[in-house]
C-alpha cells in the first residue's frame, strides 16, 4: 500500500506556544486529507477534511482558529494547534487518499502531543 | 444518525483459538464498512474493507469479515490467532458518499492473546 508518513511521531510543548503536525503522502497525491483525534482508550473522531488548495471543513465542536489545516499540495498537509493548552493533549492521526470513488486512505502512524 | 457499535471493549483469547470480535452499525444507506488494526502508538492499518457484492470479505493476516445486512453487524473473524494479532482493533464505517477516508469509528476491541 502507499505510505504516509507524519511527523513528528511525538511532542512535548509549553502551555501557550503553537505546534505544527505534518502529514505526507510519499507515493502518491493526496487530494484530500483527513485529520483525526484520539483520546486515550477511545476511538478515533474526525476533527477537519482538507482538500488540496481549499479551505478545511471543520467538524462540529472543533475550533477551526485553533487548529490550523493547510493543505497547500498535493503532498503535505499541516496541523498546526496554536495556543496550545493540556487539554489538547491526544493522539493526532492523519489519512490521505488519492482523487477517485472508492480509493482507499491511508494513515499516518500518529503524532502524540503533550502540552505541559 | 451514523454510529458504529463494538459491544466488547476487551477480549482475551488464547493463542491459536479462533476470534469474533463484534461490530454493528447505524447507517440510512448502503454502508461502507471497515475494519482497522491499531498497536500501541502507532497509525491504522486497513485489514479489509466491504463496499458491495460477496457479503463475505476476506483481509490481510487471514482475517475475514461478514457483512449481514439485517442484523447491521460486520463481525470481524478468525480461525487460528497468533500473539502478534495482539492489538486494538476498530470498525468504522464509511460516510460523505461512500469517500473511504471520511470514517465513522467504533470505539474499538482491545484483544489480548494467551500464550
Known amino acids: 500500500g502507499a505510505v504516509v508518513s507524519q511527523h513528528p511521531s511525538w511532542v512535548i ?73 493540556p487539554e489538547d493533549s491526544s493522539f493526532y492521526i492523519c489519512s490521505a487518499r488519492e482523487a477517485g470513488m472508492n480509493t482507499e486512505a491511508f494513515f499516518g502512524q500518529g503524532t502524540r502531543l503533550t502540552v505541559v | 444518525a451514523q454510529s458504529v457499535t463494538q459491544p466488547d471493549i476487551h477480549i482475551t483469547v488464547s493463542e491459536g483459538a479462533s476470534l469474533e470480535l463484534r461490530c454493528n452499525y447505524s447507517y440510512g444507506a448502503t454502508p461502507y464498512l471497515f475494519w482497522y488494526v491499531q498497536s500501541p502508538g502507532q497509525g491504522l492499518q486497513l485489514l479489509l474493507k466491504y463496499f458491495s457484492g460477496d457479503t463475505l470479505v476476506q483481509g490481510i493476516k487471514g482475517f475475514e469479515a461478514e457483512f449481514k445486512r439485517s442484523q447491521s453487524s460486520f463481525n470481524l473473524r478468525k480461525p487460528s490467532v497468533h500473539w502478534s494479532d495482539a492489538a486494538e482493533y476498530f470498525c468504522a464505517v464509511g460516510v460523505g458518499g461512500g469517500s473511504q477516508g471520511n470514517l465513522i469509528f467504533g470505539k474499538g476491541t482491545k484483544l489480548s492473546v494467551k500464550p
Open chain 1, 13 to 85: 510543548c509549553k502551555s501557550g506556544t503553537s505546534v505544527k503536525i505534518e502529514c505526507r503522502s510519499l507515493d502518491f497525491q493526496a487530494t484530500t486529507m483527513f485529520w483525526y483525534r484520539q483520546f486515550p482508550k477511545q476511538s478515533l473522531m474526525l476533527m477537519a477534511t482538507s482538500n488540496e488548495g481549499s479551505k478545511a471543513t471543520y467538524e462540529q465542536g472543533v475550533e477551526k482558529d485553533k487548529f490550523l489545516i493547510n493543505h497547500a499540495s498535493l503532498t503535505l498537509s499541516t496541523l498546526t494547534v496554536t495556543s496550545a493548552h
